[in-house]
């Protein structure tokens, strides 16, 4: 299944290719990656979904692999803590003005936008879960889509609880609060 | 005060301890070369990259300390390669700096530029690029910290020449800051309260010595807690000498050519303490049946070693010897003498095996060449290996009571490895008597060191043990592939002329009255020298765990009396 991380990483050159090179060099599958700045302009963070087919156990692996990186400050895995998720997608439809009203009314329904159109072609804006955009491409499908881009999953934990830390001890992690690393033994 | 970047790079390695350096100039590191002559640094000329890679990571194995090692941009920085790959697995701490083209033409395919960085990204635990002269001072004191601490390892800095020659204030820095690096000490209280339970429910249990003890310094605290809990003690090849092995708790060598009383032990163990060491492959045999009734605890630095091969009871994730210590006040004493006899009963077996009881039969075995030179030494030499057979029949038969004199590619398994780690070993402890037993294959890989030798005099004794053969291919095809040899078959130069074509002297052995002999006359002579010894051909290592066989599924050593 899939696992979503939230990395905070230094703001430095060339730290987006280490955290990738790792994924690739380790053989972890990442489904989605967004990295941008944060409140403090020297720390950069990533929200990282991977395929986890072993769950817990490749989720350990990836906290300890991305520790090992000098640049990575902080990991958590937020699978399973309540948290808000979002993923931007601008879908390119090919339709002219006979159709744009049947966009325009899906696009209600979905609360997106429709934030250009052409002659022959328009282009709407959606922001929502991963589930919610993948319902909103089926039904542009059949209309003609030529085009489309997403960002990428981000994830923040709602309230003030954080994420699951498996690593004790590391990076000023206190013990105490942390899952045991025994706990993650299959 | 104003200084080049140059001069604020000797300024730092300086201070941290840095007295000899390996390496190699280029167009890229002129300045870092005109810098040096101005400070208290000796730099070795090698004659490869490798052969200075290779260098400072013997160096740092036999001292302890970090070496460091130079090289040019672009094909400089690249023939470092496999030597920063094999301080990488070995988890040896080396800091490399190499030149690079000036910033404005990074990117632009100029002359000898090549990504270093990029390409030394997944073999380096961090790595550098400098492009202004200000930020020297702040990346190589990092440097040096990032890899001497935690699970040590190489450190790259690339700096692009226009950072060499410009200028910069200089202030040493006082401190490291490392948000995202700071690794463990102590492990948590109640996990070592954890591992207390499992030690007390143990009938059977064995120490795993991994190279992590050596790493730690934890040698005394792991012989302190051998004792008290009388549990003996296996070790990787990177662990020998560790744990003394004349010590009654000691096992020798674990894995794929360790004794077989020694892989049976930890078939039929009831808990495994698994000390600074990583379950490679190597040491494992197959998954699936290792070690079946055993509990594990895994005493390891490295957090992402916890559970990668081997799930593990109880995790202790920390420095080893700090771990170690405030462990063993918690724990009891034992007596395991039941444990004891049985294993001993199992020695008895391979004992008899041992290649030690055979009858001469004139031909030159290169077990009896390493305890020959072991018996002439009396175990006290520092022996460096190439790797192969000559490299498990030295970890077999070269014995060590004393630590950080046993330098080999374990990780890596880097040909080649021998002679220059032998001359970086030399440099670390010039009064010790180093050897470098290398097979006819991987000593020509390097052999052009032995210039190097010279020129430094290094004090090395070359034991090249020529069987015309890549062993232990040769020994796979053998094994695995019907006999039927391919591209094993080495046709050498004739070794003793291309020793003294290098003015090292040289000799031929090819008979067992010439052997203790010509160990004397290397012994005798104060620099480099090469003993070629013509070896029986077609012989195998044994004992052996054939790859994907269970641990206790051993090849024996045949018997003969």
């Known amino acids: 299944m899939n696992y979503t991380f939230i990395a905070l990483v230094e703001n430095k050159p060339g730290v987006l290719n280490r955290v990738a090179s790792l994924f690739r060099r380790r053989n972890f599958n990442i489904e989605s990656l967004a990295v941008g700045r944060t409140e403090k302009p020297d720390i950069s963070r990533m929200t990282v979904v991977v395929d986890c087919p072993n769950g817990d156990m490749d989720a350990h692996k990836i906290e300890a692999n991305l520790y090992k990186l000098v640049n990575v400050i902080d990991v958590q895995d937020v699978t399973h803590q309540p948290s808000v998720t979002r993923d931007l997608a601008l879908i390119k439809v090919m339709v002219g003005p006979d159709k744009r009203a049947e966009v325009n009314s899906l696009a209600e329904i979905f609360r997106a936008r429709i934030v250009d159109v052409a002659a022959d072609s328009l282009i709407v804006e959606i922001t929502g879960t991963e589930d919610k955009i993948e319902g909103m491409i089926e039904l542009l499908r059949p209309l003609g889509i030529v085009e489309m881009v997403r960002t990428g999953q981000v994830s923040m934990t709602r309230g003030v609880t954080d994420g699951v830390r498996r690593m004790p001890g590391v990076n000023g992690n206190r013990f105490e609060d942390l899952s045991e690393m025994a706990e993650m033994a299959p | 005060m104003k200084k080049t970047g140059a001069e604020i790079l000797w300024e730092c390695v300086v201070r941290e301890g840095v007295e000899v350096v390996f390496g190699y100039p280029g167009g890229a590191n002129m300045p870092i070369y005109d810098a040096m002559l101005s400070y208290p640094i000796h730099h070795v000329l090698v004659r490869h990259e490798q052969g200075a890679a290779h260098m400072a990571d013997g160096y740092a194995r036999a001292s302890g300390k970090v070496g460091m090692a130079l090289a040019t941009s672009g094909p400089g920085a690249t023939n470092l390669i496999t030597g920063i790959a094999t301080a990488m697995m070995d988890s040896v701490?080396?800091?490399?700096?190499?030149?690079?083209?000036?910033?404005?033409?990074?990117?632009?395919?100029?002359?000898?530029?090549?990504?270093?960085?990029?390409?030394?990204?997944?073999?380096?635990?961090?790595?550098?690029?400098?492009?202004?002269?200000?930020?020297?001072?702040?990346?190589?004191?990092?440097?040096?910290?990032?890899?001497?601490?935690?699970?040590?390892?190489?450190?790259?800095?690339?700096?692009?020449?226009?950072?060499?020659?410009?200028?910069?204030?200089?202030?040493?820095?006082?401190?490291?800051?490392?948000?995202?690096?700071?690794?463990?000490?102590?492990?948590?209280?109640?996990?070592?309260?954890?591992?207390?339970?499992?030690?007390?429910?143990?009938?059977?249990?064995?120490?795993?010595?991994?190279?992590?003890?050596?790493?730690?310094?934890?040698?005394?605290?792991?012989?302190?807690?051998?004792?008290?809990?009388?549990?003996?003690?296996?070790?990787?090849?990177?662990?020998?000498?560790?744990?003394?092995?004349?010590?009654?708790?000691?096992?020798?060598?674990?894995?794929?050519?360790?004794?077989?009383?020694?892989?049976?032990?930890?078939?039929?163990?009831?808990?495994?303490?698994?000390?600074?060491?990583?379950?490679?492959?190597?040491v494992t045999g197959t998954l699936k049946t290792y070690a079946p009734h055993a509990k594990k605890i895994h005493v390891e630095i490295d957090p992402s070693e916890v559970h990668k091969n081997v799930a593990v009871d109880v995790p202790l994730v920390g420095n080893l010897k700090t771990v170690l210590t405030d462990l063993i006040p918690m724990v009891d004493e034992y007596d395991h003498e039941e444990w004891k006899k049985q294993i001993n009963e199992w020695k008895a077996e391979g004992d008899s095996r041992s290649i030690m009881n055979w009858d001469p039969d004139g031909k030159l075995h290169v077990a009896h060449l390493v305890a020959d030179i072991w018996k002439a030494t009396g175990g006290n030499a520092i022996v460096t290996t190439d790797v192969g057979q000559h490299q498990m029949w030295t970890a077999q038969y070269y014995a060590l009571d004393r630590p950080n004199r046993w330098l080999t590619s374990g990780g890596a398994g880097t040909m080649g490895f021998g002679l220059p780690s032998a001359i970086g070993a030399w440099f670390a402890n010039k009064e010790e008597e180093v050897w470098a037993v290398a097979g006819d294959g991987g000593f020509q890989m390097t052999a052009a060191e032995l210039t190097t030798a010279v020129q430094e005099n290094a004090n090395v004794k070359v034991a090249i043990m020529n069987n015309s053969f890549l062993g232990m291919v040769r020994q796979w095809q053998e094994f695995f592939f019907e006999k039927r040899y391919s591209a094993v078959n080495m046709l050498s130069p004739n070794f003793v002329k291309l020793a003294e074509a290098h003015n090292v002297p040289a000799r031929l052995v090819t008979k067992l009255e010439e052997v203790d002999e010509a160990i004397a006359w290397a012994r005798s002579i104060k620099g480099p020298t090469v003993i070629e010894f013509r070896v029986e051909q077609e012989e195998a290592v044994y004992p052996m765990v054939p790859a994907g066989a269970a641990l206790d599924q051993m090849i024996q050593r045949p018997l003969k009396s």
């Not at chain 2, 007390?200 to 310094?217: D, F, T, Y």
């Not at chain 2, 040698?219 to 051998?226: T, V």
């Not at chain 2, 560790?242 to 009383?261: D, Q, R, T």
């Open chain 2, 93 to 282: 701490p080396v800091v490399f700096v190499t030149g690079q083209v000036a910033a404005h033409l990074i990117g632009g395919d100029a002359f000898q530029e090549v990504d270093v960085t990029g390409i030394t990204l997944p073999i380096t635990k961090h790595n550098y690029l400098i492009t202004r002269a200000d930020e020297i001072a702040e990346v190589v004191r990092e440097a040096f910290y990032i890899a001497r601490s935690g699970r040590p390892g190489p450190v790259l800095i690339d700096i692009c020449k226009n950072a060499q020659v410009e200028q910069a204030e200089f202030k040493y820095p006082a401190d490291v800051k490392l948000p995202g690096y700071q690794p463990v000490d102590h492990a948590p209280k109640d996990s070592l309260e954890h591992a207390v339970k499992l030690i007390e429910k143990s009938q059977r249990p064995i120490i795993l010595c991994g190279h992590g003890v050596l790493m730690s310094n934890a040698e005394e605290a792991l012989i302190n807690f051998a004792i008290k809990t009388q549990t003996p003690v296996a070790s990787t090849l990177l662990g020998l000498g560790a744990f003394p092995a004349s010590h009654e708790l000691s096992l020798g060598m674990m894995g794929m050519h360790g004794e077989v009383h020694t892989n049976m032990a930890i078939q039929n163990s009831d808990l495994i303490l698994a000390f600074g060491m990583r379950f490679d492959d190597r």
